[in-house]
């Protein structure tokens, strides 16, 4: 494991056991044992995670707000969250109720790395936890490469016209706990609900949404 990561897990082992245990709790298990779910946590951690990158971006990438939006996504998506929560062996630890079937998803994996974060900043503050979350997504090395951000919208659109569908957005605004306005985005096939996704713009909010209805369209037509 690279010491970025590790440093992420020491400050999260740092946090108090109620803390810990909740970052865990998946709702099938909250459901079952009449507890608290890391669902509130991850809320807050999300927000947490889109501050955090963006004040890096803002600060070290000099571009406009649309292009940072972009390369925001990239690093606060279901696949980079997911793909960390993978390195760090994340899956084992979260509990599920007896009535939770199937396979740990990335988009769950995602969801608890989230709520890591908010447990993290709820015992530190933001200060403290941002440079371990930028190591840990390695931002600062992918920039330095020259990250390339995908535009996942534009893919979906193509990807629905070709099949002749008919592709639609719908947005919602919520005010995060820290006051913070935030977005959801809600995509939809031929009228059929098929993802949602969350941002601090409504460019990112469609940029998230997008890309995870593009998971899940190419897993159901395999």
Known sequence: MKKTKNNFIELFNKCSDELKDLA???SSFAHEKKCESNERVEFL???VLSTIVSDYLYKHYHSNEGKMSKIRSSFVCTESLSKLAKSLNIGEKIKFGKSFQGN???AILADTIESM???IYLSFGL???STAVLDALNVAETLKKG???TDFKSILQEYTQSKKQKLEYKIEKYI???GQENFRASVFVNGEF???GNGSTKREAEQNSAHLALEKLNKTTK
Do not use: A, L, M, R
């Open 104 to 106: 740990i998803s990335d």
């Open 127 to 129: 200060h403290s936890i």
């Open 176 to 178: 995060t706990p820290g």
């Open 147 to 149: 990250v390339k951000p």
């Open 194 to 196: 098929i993802s949602y």
């Open 45 to 47: 951690g999300d927000s």
């Open 117 to 119: 974060i908010g447990v």
């Open 24 to 26: 865990f709790t998946h």
